[in-house]
């Protein structure tokens, strides 16, 4: 039994850590915000790394945290 929940409490750990740690990302396989007027309507009244976040958030069901966010529009931006 005790070994039991001691594999079932590694498991869900094991599982949580893969779930939490993300690869690296590639600014390309996001929204280009870059032409868009930051807080305009066409940016849906929100800054660059919002907007970017709600777009990944409707179409990957993936919310980005606002520092990664704000990394892949400055990776655009430099491309750009």
Same mark, same amino acid.
């Given at each position: 039994?005790? #070994?039991?929940? #001691?594999?079932?409490?590694?498991?869900?750990?094991?599982?949580?850590?893969?779930?939490?740690?993300?690869p690296? $990302?590639?600014?390309?396989?996001?929204?280009? $915000?870059?032409?868009?007027?930051?807080?305009? @309507?066409?940016c849906?009244?929100m800054?660059?790394?919002?907007?970017l #976040? !709600?777009?990944?958030?409707?179409?990957?069901?993936? !919310?980005l945290?606002? /520092?990664e966010a704000? @990394?892949?529009?400055?990776?655009?931006?430099? /491309?750009?």
């Amino acid at each position: 039994m005790v #070994r039991t929940c #001691r594999t079932l409490v590694v498991l869900v750990f094991v599982g949580s850590a893969v779930l939490l740690t993300a690869p690296p $990302v590639d600014a390309g396989q996001y929204v280009d $915000v870059t032409a868009l007027r930051q807080f305009s @309507r066409e940016c849906n009244y929100m800054s660059h790394a919002g907007y970017l #976040r !709600w777009m990944s958030f409707r179409e990957q069901g993936v !919310w980005l945290s606002m /520092a990664e966010a704000s @990394r892949i529009v400055q990776e655009q931006m430099r /491309a750009r």
